[in-house]
C-alpha cells in the first residue's frame, strides 16, 4: 500500500550528461557526470549506473574530486549550496551554504577551500572566488567567507584551469587571456587582436587547459587553432606557439597526466592527441559520432572521457580505443514524432540523432538502439535544409512500424516519402519492407494503424493537409510465388476539400474518426462509408481520441480555441464539453482513464478523467513550470497497490511527459536511487572481489540454495548437499591468486572429490532400525499383493499375446528410494 502524500512528480530521464566535465575516480573504475538535479555514478567497465547521488534542489554546475579523500566527491549547484559525497556508499555526508548561485566548482590538493564561479552584482558579470569550507561536526555549516580571485572571467568551466600544482589560474573571456599568480598576488592579462581585422576575424578564447607540471598554458579559439603560451609571468617576454587541425572552432583542450600529450576536440567528432605539443606528432580517433563537448583525463592516465551533443559518454583507453559508451536520451531540435512505446521492448520511442528513431529505456536511464530511417548521410551544414523525420506509429503489436520523412526548400518543392517497417525475428530489428513516394500531395498531418484484437489485415490510415485520408492495407505483391507482401492504398476519402487534422481508430477497429479542422468524420471501417459527423465550430481539432473499455461508445477532441469536447456515438450528441487549453490528450491503454494536460499562465497543469464523467478524477497544478509537448502511458511489469481513488490511475500505466526543454518527467513514490536495479547495486559492492566465470557460477548456486525453501515435509527427506563454501578445496581455487596455482590436473581430483558427498552427512542408511523394520513388515505385505497382481497380469497377457510387464522388487524400490532423496539440484547450476 503506497501512502497519498508520496506521489509526486520526479525528473526520470532526458537530462543532460554532458552539461559538464565528466569525472574519473581516483581507480578509474568509475565515471562521474551530472544529470540535471543528480550526480550519476557509473562503471567504466560495465557501463551501469551504479549511484545516483541526490540531494541538490537545482541543476547541478559542477563535480570534482575531494583532494584529500579520493573516496569522496565535491558538488556544487544553482541552489547555492556545496556537497561532499561518499559515491561509494551513496552517502551525503556535508552541506556548506554559500548562498548564491554557483556555477562551477574547482579544487586543489593544497587548499582547505574550492573555488567557485559567482555573479552578484550583472548577470553576465562572473567571478572566480574561493570559498573556505569551515570544520564542524554538523551536517549543514554556513561558509560565507569568500575571497575575490578573478573578475570578468566566462561562467563556462572550460574556460578557467589551474596550473603547475595549483601555483597559477588563467581565464580566457572573448580576446583577452588572464592569468592569476596565487603567491605574487599579481595578474597578467594579454590581448589577441579583435574581430575588426577580416585576418584575425575568429581569435575568440574557447577553452583553456593547464600544463600540469610545467609552466605552459593551451588555449583554443573560435577559428581551429591551439595557442600554447610560454613566459607568460613577463607582458613583455611572453611566447605562443599555434597548432592547427581543427577546421572549426575548438570546444575543448586536457592535457594528459604526465603532460606529455594534450588533446583536443571539436565539431569535427575526431579527438586529436597532439604529442609532446607538436604539429608532426598527431594521433587521431575519428567517428566518434557527434560534436565533442567536453574532454576528461583520469588521475591513473589510464582512460579518457569524451562528451559529446548527443549526450553521450565515450570511455577511451590510453591507447586510442573507445571500451565504453554511456548513451543519454539524445536531445534532438524537434520532436516530431512524439513519444511512443514499443509494444516489444517497452521502450520510449521518438525522435533522436536526424533521421533516426531512438529506442529508450526507461528503467535503466539509457539508450538501447536506433533505427536509422533516412538511412543517409547526415551532412552538419547550418545552411543546408535536412530531411526530417516528421510522424511514426506502431502497429499490429510491434510487427510493424510506419514512419514519414519530408525536406521542403521552397514553398512548391516539398519531397515527401514513407516507409513501412516489418519486424524480423532472425535479426530482432526492423527491416524495410514498402516505400512509398509522395503518399500524399500536401504534408501529412497524422497516421495510425487499426490495432484491434480482431483485425485480420493489418490497417493504416494518413491524413494529410490535401484535403484527403488515404486507407493502407498489406496485400500480396507482385511476386510469382506469392511468399512478399507489401502495402497498397485501399481507399482515399475526403470531406467537402477541408484539410484532414487527426485520424484514430476506435478499440474494436470498427469506427474510424477523421478531423476535417472543425469537423469530426465518422467512418465504417469494413464499408468506408461516412456515418456521421461532429461540428462545434470551437477552432480546429488539435487532438482526437476514442475511450477505451467501457466507456468506448465516446469520442473526445481538444480544439485549437481550448474546448475539450466528449460525443456519444450512440445517440450521436454532445455529451459535455469543458474549457481547457490542451497540450496533451494521452489515453491510458489498459483503463478508461485519460490524461489531458493544459497550459497556464503559471505552467502546466494535469487532469485525469473519464468520458463517462466530467468530473475528474485527479487534479494537480503546476507539474511543470514550462509548457508540456508530449505524453505517454507506459504499462507497469508489476501492478501498483493504490488503494485512494485519486491515485488508482497509476495503478497499471505510469505515465510519461516530456516538457520543451525536452526533460522526461512521471508521476512516482520511488527515488532515483530506489529504481536502481539489484545487479547494479551488486556491481558496486562487489567490486573489489574476484569475478571469474567459476565464481559466478558458485555464487548463483548459493544463493538459490538461500532462496528455494522448500517444504518442511520434503526438507525432513532429502539429502542436503553441503554448502560450497565451507568447501577447505573450493574457496583456496577461488581466492588463491592464478599464478601461484599448481596445475588443473592435479587440481581436478581434489576438486571434484570434494563435490561429493561427505560421511558427515546424512545418508539412507542412517536411518533408525525402528523405521526400517516397519519398511520391512509393510514390504513383505507388498510383496503378496505384488505376487497376486503378477499373477493376473500373467493370465491376462498370455490370453492378449502382449510382452510380460516386469514389476520391481522390494529391494529395488528401497534402492531407488534413497536415490530419490539425494539432491541433485546443484548439476543444474553448474
Known amino acids: 500500500m503506497v501512502e497519498e502524500e508520496s506521489l509526486r512528480v520526479v525528473r526520470c530521464g532526458g537530462s543532460e550528461l554532458n552539461f559538464r566535465r565528466a569525472v574519473f575516480s581516483a581507480d578509474s573504475k568509475y565515471v562521474f557526470c551530472v544529470s540535471g538535479d543528480f550526480i550519476k555514478v557509473y562503471s567504466t567497465a560495465t557501463e551501469e549506473c551504479v549511484h545516483i547521488l541526490q540531494g541538490h534542489r537545482n541543476l547541478v554546475t559542477g563535480i570534482q574530486l575531494n583532494p584529500r579523500n579520493h573516496l569522496q566527491l565535491y558538488s556544487c549547484s544553482f541552489d547555492g549550496t556545496v556537497k561532499l559525497w561518499d559515491y561509494i556508499d551513496g552517502i551525503l555526508i556535508k552541506t556548506f551554504i554559500v548562498g548564491c548561485k554557483l556555477h562551477a566548482l574547482f579544487a586543489l590538493a593544497c587548499e582547505d577551500s574550492v573555488f567557485v564561479i559567482i555573479n552578484k552584482e550583472k548577470p553576465d558579470v562572473f567571478q572566480l572566488v574561493s570559498v573556505k569550507l569551515p570544520k564542524s561536526s554538523s551536517q549543514e555549516i554556513e561558509a560565507k567567507e569568500l575571497s575575490f580571485v578573478l573578475d570578468y572571467i566566462n561562467q563556462s568551466p572550460k574556460c578557467i584551469a589551474f596550473g603547475n600544482e595549483g601555483e597559477y589560474v588563467a581565464a580566457v573571456r572573448d580576446f583577452y587571456l588572464s592569468v592569476y599568480f596565487f603567491k605574487k598576488k599579481t595578474t597578467s592579462r594579454f590581448t589577441l587582436s579583435s574581430s575588426r581585422n577580416k585576418k584575425h576575424a575568429k581569435n575568440n578564447f574557447t577553452c583553456v587547459a593547464c600544463h600540469p607540471k610545467e609552466d605552459c598554458i593551451a588555449t583554443g579559439h573560435r577559428d581551429g587553432k591551439i595557442r600554447l603560451w610560454r613566459n607568460f609571468d613577463d607582458e613583455k617576454k611572453y611566447t605562443y606557439t599555434c597548432l592547427h587541425w581543427h577546421h572549426d572552432l575548438v570546444m575543448d583542450l586536457a592535457f594528459s597526466v604526465t603532460g606529455s600529450s594534450l588533446l583536443s576536440g571539436g565539431r569535427e567528432s575526431v579527438l586529436v592527441e597532439w604529442r609532446e605539443a607538436a604539429e608532426k606528432n598527431k594521433e587521431f580517433l575519428p567517428r566518434l559520432g557527434a560534436t565533442i563537448e567536453h574532454i576528461s583525463v583520469s588521475p591513473a592516465g589510464d582512460l579518457f572521457c569524451t562528451s559529446h551533443s548527443d549526450n553521450k559518454l565515450i570511455i577511451i583507453h590510453r591507447n586510442l580505443e573507445a571500451s565504453a559508451v554511456i548513451q543519454g ?30 529506442f529508450y529505456s526507461l528503467q535503466s536511464d539509457k539508450q538501447l538502439y536506433n533505427l536509422d530511417i533516412i538511412q543517409q548521410e547526415y551532412i552538419n551544414d547550418y545552411g543546408l535544409i535536412q530531411i526530417e523525420l516528421t510522424k511514426a506509429a506502431f502497429g499490429c503489436y510491434g510487427n510493424w512500424l510506419a514512419t514519414v520523412e519530408q525536406r521542403q526548400e521552397k514553398e512548391t518543392e516539398l519531397e515527401l516519402q514513407m516507409k513501412l517497417w516489418t519486424y524480423n525475428k532472425k535479426t530482432q530489428g526492423f527491416v524495410l519492407n514498402t516505400k512509398v513516394n509522395m503518399p500524399h500531395e500536401d504534408h501529412i498531418t497524422a497516421l495510425c494503424f487499426c490495432n484491434a484484437e480482431k483485425s485480420e489485415n493489418p490497417t493504416l490510415v494518413t491524413t494529410s493537409k490535401d484535403g484527403h485520408f488515404k486507407v493502407w492495407i498489406l496485400t500480396d505483391d507482385s511476386d510469382i510465388y506469392k511468399k512478399a507482401v507489401g502495402w497498397t492504398c485501399d481507399f482515399v476519402g475526403s470531406y467537402h476539400k477541408y ?332
Not at 525 to 544: D, M, P, Y
Request: glycine share 4%.
Open 329 to 358: 536520451l539524445v536531445k534532438d531540435r524537434n520532436i516530431f514524432t512524439g513519444l511512443m512505446i514499443d509494444p516489444r521492448t517497452k521502450a520510449l520511442v521518438l525522435n533522436g540523432k536526424p533521421g533516426h528513431l531512438q
Open 499 to 830: 484539410q484532414a487534422t487527426n485520424c484514430c481508430f476506435s478499440e474494436d477497429g470498427s469506427l474510424l474518426a477523421v478531423s476535417f479542422e472543425e469537423i469530426v468524420t465518422i467512418w465504417d471501417s469494413e464499408t468506408w462509408e461516412l456515418k456521421c459527423t461532429f461540428c462545434q465550430r470551437a477552432g480546429k481539432i488539435r487532438h482526437l481520441c476514442f475511450g477505451r473499455l467501457t466507456c468506448s461508445k465516446y469520442l473526445l477532441g481538444a480544439t485549437e480555441n481550448g474546448i475539450l469536447c466528449c460525443w456519444n456515438l450512440l445517440s450521436c450528441a454532445l455529451e459535455w464539453s469543458a474549457k481547457l487549453n490542451m497540450r496533451v490528450l494521452e489515453p491510458d491503454p489498459n483503463s478508461e482513464n485519460i490524461a489531458a494536460i493544459s497550459q497556464s499562465s503559471t505552467g502546466s497543469d494535469l487532469f485525469v478523467f473519464r468520458p463517462s464523467e466530467p468530473r475528474p478524477l485527479y487534479i494537480q497544478k503546476n507539474i511543470s513550470r514550462e509548457e508540456v509537448q508530449w505524453g505517454v502511458f507506459v504499462p507497469r511489469v508489476v501492478p501498483e497497490s493504490f488503494t485512494s481513488e485519486a491515485y488508482q490511475w497509476l495503478n497499471r500505466s505510469q505515465f510519461y511527459f516530456l516538457t520543451k526543454s525536452q526533460s522526461l518527467l512521471t508521476f512516482s513514490t520511488q527515488s532515483p536511487e530506489e529504481k536502481l536495479t539489484p545487479t547494479s547495486k551488486q556491481l558496486l559492492a562487489e567490486e573489489t572481489l574476484p569475478t571469474t566465470p567459476f565464481y559466478f557460477i558458485l555464487g548463483k548456486h548459493r544463493q538459490q540454495q538461500q532462496d528455494d525453501k522448500l517444504n518442511e515435509a520434503l526438507e525432513d527427506e532429502l539429502v542436503q548437499l553441503p554448502l560450497t563454501e565451507n568447501i577447505p578445496a573450493i574457496s583456496e581455487l577461488l581466492h588463491t591468486p592464478a599464478h601461484v596455482l599448481p596445475s588443473a590436473s592435479f587440481l581436478c581430483s581434489m576438486f571434484v572429490n570434494s563435490l561429493l558427498l561427505s560421511k558427515e552427512t546424512k545418508s539412507a542408511e542412517e536411518i533408525p532400525d525402528d523405521v526400517s523394520m516397519e519398511e520391512e513388515k509393510e514390504s513383505v505385505d507388498s510383496d503378496e499383493e505384488n505376487n497376486f497382481t503378477e499373477q493376473v497380469q500373467d493370465t491376462n497377457n498370455t490370453d492378449l499375446g502382449k510382452d510380460i510387464i516386469h514389476q520391481l522388487s522390494k529391494s529395488e524400490e528401497k534402492e531407488l528410494r534413497k536415490f530419490r532423496k539425494v539432491d541433485y539440484s546443484w548439476i543444474t547450476a553448474l
